[in-house]
């Protein structure tokens, strides 16, 4: 099978006007990138680690709510859509996807197969540790805490405690 002629997705420099929006007293550290800036929104009180990718896409938007932590090295790809509440912890290296390849037979490479999109959403006051995959349709819920280096595949219920590949509800937060 010939391969697809490619393009580039761009440098991912941008100017802070270039956002879609941008709240007061955000903080966007050194060696961020981010790409379609004008789908990407960032709310007041936001903390941007370095070398963070902050992916937008050319439909659907990528929202991070007001007082926001957004730790180093993460990579959040928002072709289906991205929204996190207020005073979301997201911890380095965190992965947020939004689109996978659909199974279209073994006569189709899985790269060249058709994408689905679904949107992640992550609730007000919630944690995700470090290293942790959000998976694309996933809700995590309010003041929901999810472990380090899980893979949530599936919605996380308010105030739960989620951890494991994939990830499962080890407990209820205390009240």
């Known amino acids: 099978m010939t391969a697809k002629p490619r393009n580039s997705h761009g440098t991912g420099r941008f100017e802070p006007d270039d ?4 709240g007061p007293g955000t ?11 004008d ?5 007041a009180g936001v903390y941007v680690g370095h070398q963070t990718i902050l992916k937008g896409y050319h439909r ?17 790809h928002s072709a289906g859509g991205i929204r ?15 689109s996978v390849h ?14 689905e999109f679904a949107p992640v959403v992550v609730e007000d006051h919630a944690d995700v540790g470090v290293g942790a ?3 694309p349709g996933v809700t995590v819920g309010r003041g929901a805490q999810v472990a380090a280096g899980a893979v949530v595949t599936r919605d996380v219920p308010a105030y739960a405690v989620v951890a494991g590949v994939p990830a499962r509800v080890l407990r209820e937060r205390p009240e």
Request: aromatic fraction near 6%; hydrophobic fraction near 50%; proline fraction near 6%.
């Open 60 to 76: 659907n938007e990528m929202v991070i709510g007001d007082g926001s932590w957004i730790g180093q090295q993460c990579f959040f």
């Open 19 to 22: 956002l879609g929006s941008l």
């Open 133 to 135: 995959i959000l998976m």
């Open 84 to 98: 996190l509440g207020e005073a979301v912890g997201i911890g380095p290296a965190v992965k947020i996807l939004t």
């Open 102 to 115: 659909r199974e279209a037979g073994r006569d189709v490479p899985i790269l060249h197969a058709p994408l």
């Open 39 to 43: 789908r990407v929104h960032l709310g």
């Open 27 to 37: 903080v966007i550290e050194q060696g961020v990138l981010v790409f379609h800036p």
